[in-house]
Nanobody, 124 residues
Framework: HVQLVESGGGSVEPGGSLKLSCAARGYTYDTYCMGWFRQAPGREREGIAT?????????YATSVSGRFTFSQDNTTNSLYHLQMNSLKPDDTAMYYC?????????????????WGQGTQVTVS
């Protein structure tokens, strides 16, 4: 299994920015999908961004498109970042990093086997 550790959460005012990081180790796949998900109290878990490690293609949920950027670290391949700009109160949630095998056809919001413990983001 891939071990995932998130960091970078915190509190920020509306309109502010945060950068989340996800450190991954123990890869068992040749190529895989990385994902960021979030869950607010009383709401279902929401997939917000994916990244395919084979080609770096990213995908975003409508709710964060244009504001969030998912990337792989330039110097450490096992480190991933989620840059979050123009944050809104609705972005308040626990944010989770996830990894899953390449099942063909690109990354979707399902099929993730490994999850981090999460990092809290509060916008108020």
């Amino acid at each position: 299994h891939v071990q995932l550790v998130e960091s970078g959460g915190g509190s920020v005012e509306p309109g502010g920015s945060l950068k989340l990081s996800c450190a991954a180790r123990g890869y068992t796949y040749d190529t895989y999908c990385m994902g960021w998900f979030r869950q607010a109290p009383g709401r279902e878990r929401e997939g917000i961004a994916t990244l395919f490690t084979d080609d770096g293609i990213t995908r975003y949920a409508t709710s964060v498109s244009g504001r969030f950027t998912f990337s792989q670290d330039n110097t450490t391949n096992s480190l991933y970042h989620l840059q979050m700009n123009s944050l809104k109160p609705d972005d308040t949630a626990m944010y989770y990093c996830a990894a899953g095998p390449d099942r063909g056809g690109g990354c979707t919001w399902s099929g993730y086997n490994d999850w981090g413990q999460g990092t809290q983001v509060t916008v108020s």
